[in-house]
């Protein structure tokens, strides 16, 4: 049995089949453009319907459908919540996409579950029963596995993780984001160095040659990786929120692995062990003696192997 | 079909008949006193023998009994480790009331555990699917259900919520007992109210008054609900954490419910608004907007609920 993953991202749309035992037979990604709303979804449909005819043609079929939407999925309606996709707020992709599969299941999660979904499957969580994906770019959130389900919640939105609370008292930054990922996602990073740029003009920095607005994380690691003062001072704050997070997951879930994957991580990799560290201080000990840290061992393509894990999952649940 | 539910505490064994539906039929208490190691497992199946004994000498029968816990359950081995029953380091349970059972099947799990299957049978999280029990006594803990099975982690140890990591930098007093619990528990409550103490002889307090390492949490809300001054900074310290916990079991777990118990709340419930109102400032805006939080249903009687439940769980899935 063939199944095709399909992972939407904010610019692109990464499509690969796979084998049942999770062999990449093809792979292969179109941009968006300026596409929008219902554009969006015609090249979604269109594509799907464009590799089903291929597999066909050459003697195979595609049994399953999985897609990784960029937001939240509504197992309720069906429907899709992204906010990178201009007039996604409610889309009814399930249902188009259903309509033009010729009877194939098809099945939606957002990328955050199909990271973690992909991770055990093929990457460093596999064969994991409790694990959590944590993924920090420019937002932070959590694909979290609890006895081989995914964690959705009552309202699908489970792992909303940059907003914990980890740092009194509340400050009023933090109401648009949360407090996690106002401090510690890749726009958090930025922010924070061009705040402490901006409160001590008199500092030494790399980073305060650049216009202060202009900093981005990429930037800010660049910095540390050559010992720049501001940037340790970000970084070293940083890797303490990551910490703490971290502690927070191993103690309410008591999970095998935690893997750190997105755009952050990437540059933050050689940061573990710092993380690592900064977490056995606040986790619960017993716990945490067990659990393993991890980067994503699928990297960029998590989603799209979480999606053909979701095609699969879905086709042996039906 | 009845089912019998035993709930060991530090100090006695609550035990109750329930039928399929819930009905309590028979409750009663038995005092543990200063047995230690097999002595109180000798209490559990005494009885439990006497028990199922004098149901069939009435001409019912119990068809599963279940164990609540003041510990640790593993599932793997069937032990339990209750910090509070001497010599319970690693105690065989399961095994030892099996075998008194006479083929009647038996169940153990966490009190914590226990707590949330309770309210959701019979009380306050009724039918829930997605709830959260977080019991605040002398120590905290969390029952946590997801998707209407219990989260139980790798190690069963999961919903370890006294050690959330909530307040930077860290302390060394975290190390022992985690920074939720240090501040919020029962016994944080008293000690962070001897620690304001002893730092400000010259406070007028109500707490003063007794000697400093004397107070007890049940002190220090009755202190606050005099208006006292140092009382009323503890209490709105603990409720700060307490609304950051309920924010992050949101933005987590995007659950139905948040139930407060355990000894503290008694005491505490009126302050359930302004956990509320700090919760609402951290947590998840769309998850937050749809959480119901509420104290406990069942009281002191959450534990024996929950082992009924328990059984009759255990019951239907043989």
Redesign the interface.
């Known amino acids: 049995m063939n199944v095709l993953g399909i992972d939407l991202g904010g610019t692109k749309l990464a499509c690969a089949i796979f084998s049942e035992n999770g062999d990449l037979l093809v792979k292969e990604t179109v941009a968006i453009g300026k596409r929008k709303g219902p554009e969006v979804g015609s090249l979604i449909t269109g594509t799907i319907v464009d590799l089903i005819d291929r597999s066909l043609s050459q003697g195979t079929d595609i049994r399953s459908i999985g897609i990784s939407v960029p937001g939240i999925f509504s197992s309720k309606t069906g429907r899709v919540w992204a906010p990178n996709i201009e007039e996604w707020t409610d889309y009814p992709l399930l249902s188009e996409v259903s309509s033009v599969s010729g009877g194939i299941p098809v099945a939606v999660d957002s990328d955050r579950a199909c990271y973690i979904l992909g991770e055990v499957w093929k990457g460093n969580a596999r064969g994991?029963?409790?694990a959590v994906f944590l993924s920090v770019g420019t937002g932070i959130g959590?694909g979290?596995m609890?006895?081989g389900?995914i964690?959705?919640?009552?309202?699908?939105?489970?792992?909303?993780?940059?907003?914990?609370?980890?740092?009194?008292?509340?400050r009023e930054e933090?109401?648009a984001c949360?407090?996690f990922e106002y401090h510690a996602s890749g726009s958090g990073i930025a922010m924070v160095a061009r705040e402490i740029l901006s409160g001590h003009k008199e500092y030494d920095s790399i980073l305060g040659k650049a216009a202060g607005d202009e900093i981005t994380s990429r930037e800010v690691f660049e910095a540390y990786d050559k010992g720049d003062k501001v940037a340790v001072m970000v970084i070293k704050e940083a890797v303490?929120y990551w910490g703490?997070a971290v502690?927070?997951f191993v103690?309410?879930?008591?999970?095998?692995k935690i893997i750190f994957g997105g755009g952050v991580f990437g540059p933050a990799v050689s940061l573990l062990p710092d993380i690592a560290e900064a977490a056995a201080?606040?986790?619960?000990p017993?716990?945490f003696a067990?659990v393993s840290i991890d980067v994503s061992g699928l990297g960029g393509d998590a989603g799209v192997y979480g999606a053909g894990r979701l095609a699969l999952r879905n086709a042996e649940n039906q």
Chains 1, 2 share one sequence.
């Open positions: 994991c029963r409790d959590a979290i609890v006895n389900e964690l959705r919640g009552s309202n699908d939105i489970a792992g909303s993780t940059g907003w914990m609370a980890l740092n009194r008292p509340f933090y109401a949360g407090c303490e703490m502690a927070n103690s309410l879930f008591d999970p095998e201080r606040w986790a619960q017993v716990s067990r």
